[in-house]
């Protein structure tokens, strides 16, 4: 088992920026990778950034150029920074953990709200 803890969500303006913050527990593995998606009311859930045990990242086509997804901490604690936040990025985020560095997420976390406002 692996557990997932976010943090950092919040209210901000249009233009404004957030970082959120995930640490990993339990069962963790070095090869592992790690992510944030986002799911908006009414939405499916998207993939919004991932990186791989080797630093590789992915990011979805709406937050390239904004969003920079990190890793540090032995690879256990998954950073992201979202910059130039707009009003369509409101959503709850959440932390997710493959094993490997397999794309679909075995575990989950349980998600924080962030609020753009106009």
């Known amino acids: 088992q692996v557990q997932l803890v976010e943090s950092g969500g919040g209210l901000v303006q249009a233009g404004g920026s957030l970082r959120l913050s995930c640490t990993a527990s339990?069962?963790?593995?070095?090869?592992?990778?790690m992510g944030w998606y986002r799911q908006a009311p009414g939405k499916q859930r998207e993939l919004v950034a991932r990186?791989?045990?080797?630093?590789?990242?992915n990011y979805g086509d709406s937050v390239k150029g904004r969003f920079t997804i990190s890793r540090v901490n032995a690879k256990t604690t998954t950073y992201l920074q979202m910059n130039s936040l707009k009003p369509e990025d409101t959503a709850v985020y959440f932390c997710?953990?493959?094993?490997?560095?397999?794309?679909?997420?075995?575990?989950w976390g349980q998600g924080t709200q962030v609020t753009v406002s106009p």
């Open positions: 339990g069962n963790i593995f070095s090869i592992d990778a």
């Open positions: 997710s953990y493959s094993i490997g560095n397999a794309w679909s997420p075995r575990y």
């Open positions: 990186i791989t045990s080797g630093g590789s990242t």
